[in-house]
């Protein structure tokens, strides 16, 4: 995340290396795609602790398939997720609750192919302590005067504004193959958010896609190969890589081992392992990009905790429709 103070903030959203792993941040559409019917995730990623205050986030997030409901409603789904996240030395917090209501839809009676959309209406809350800022009025030559006029007179410390987005998946299920594909758009109503009320700002919106494939493989073995791209306003994050999982000779029990890479920044490992109903995540950034020298190649560390379970019992399988010769 981005910090810039000139007459408004400007900054970009909360993301995450472990993105496959925290779902509702990939949009609602995404619940449709979990092999459960109830999931919670929770994530904390600490950032930059080498180079300044470090930048701390925090997201947790429920999502249910609503089989329970009469049938015109099997096909939905409804999730809640919060995020928080406090950076820099002026503790700019950003605190998001957002409310998603999915629905999917097979495309053909006898089709392995999903379309699901979502839409996520929510309330955003921004404060900072300018109070723990310094500004270039209170520099007197080489000397700092903590006592000195500061020379602005921000309008609040303290925004809260309504904000919505929506997303869409494709995935298909063949098999040794599930292909996923997800876009989701956040901002669309574009809310004023500024602390000086001299120059209006209004949220950038935010686009990703993520393209995902979960292969069988014939060694036992499960490949996710995974890319995403992230683009608000003149900023872009690419990232790509891979995870295997082992199983273990344990039942429900494996071992998932990844590498990743976030373009022109961070090579960024990580580990996981699935137990039961839990995934537990750790990943770490490794620094590479021209901030190594003062990071020391220390990016930020991360973990993710996934709990799901089956709440309704599997139905019988629908028989594929064959003409009858």
Same mark, same amino acid.
């Given at each position: ?7 408004? !903030?400007?900054?970009? /959203? ?10 509702? +941040? ?41 089989? %329970? ?5 099997? +096909? ?6 919060? +995020? ?25 009676? /006898? ?7 979502? !839409? ?8 900072? /302590? ?5 500004? /270039? ?118 071992? !998932?081992?990844? !590498? ?15 137990? +039961? ?47 009858? %010769?």
């Amino acid at each position: 995340m981005s910090f810039v103070l000139i007459n408004s !903030v400007k900054a970009q /959203d909360i993301h995450y290396s472990q993105y496959n792993y925290s779902p509702l +941040n990939l949009g609602g559409a995404a619940t449709s795609l979990m092999n459960a019917d109830f999931r919670v995730a929770a994530n904390n990623r600490k950032q930059w602790n080498s180079v300044t205050v470090p930048y701390q986030t925090f997201s947790i997030g429920a999502e249910e398939k609503l089989k %329970y409901f009469r049938n015109s409603f099997s +096909n939905y789904t409804g999730g809640i997720l919060i +995020n928080q996240d406090k950076a820099g030395d002026g503790a700019f917090k950003s605190l998001n609750c957002y409310l998603s209501v999915g629905y999917q839809y097979q495309l053909t009676k /006898d089709s392995d192919s999903w379309i699901s959309f979502s !839409v996520s209406p929510g309330f955003t809350q921004k404060s900072i /302590d300018f109070n723990k800022l310094t500004f /270039d009025n209170q520099f007197t030559g080489d000397l700092f005067n903590p006592m000195a006029p500061t020379g602005e007179s921000p309008t609040n410390n303290r925004l809260t504004y309504f904000d919505v987005g929506g997303s869409v998946m494709f995935h298909q299920l063949k098999e040794s193959q599930h292909f996923y594909t997800i876009y989701q758009i956040r901002h669309l109503n574009r809310a004023k958010q500024n602390f000086y009320s001299s120059i209006p700002y209004k949220q950038s919106i935010y686009h990703q896609v993520v393209i995902g494939d979960i292969i069988q493989g014939s060694n036992g073995l499960t490949y996710l190969p995974s890319i995403s791209i992230s683009k608000q306003n003149k900023f872009i994050e690419c990232i790509f890589g891979a995870e295997v999982t082992m199983p273990s000779s344990k039942k429900n029990q494996s071992i !998932v081992g990844g !590498v990743h890479y976030r373009l022109k920044d961070a090579i960024i490992p990580s580990i996981a392992i699935n137990y +039961n109903k839990f995934r537990i995540g750790l990943s770490y950034d490794i620094n590479l990009s021209s901030l190594k020298t003062a990071s020391k190649s220390q990016g930020g560390a991360e973990i993710s905790i996934i709990y799901q379970t089956l709440q309704i019992k599997a139905q019988p399988q629908r028989k594929t429709i064959c003409p009858i %010769y």
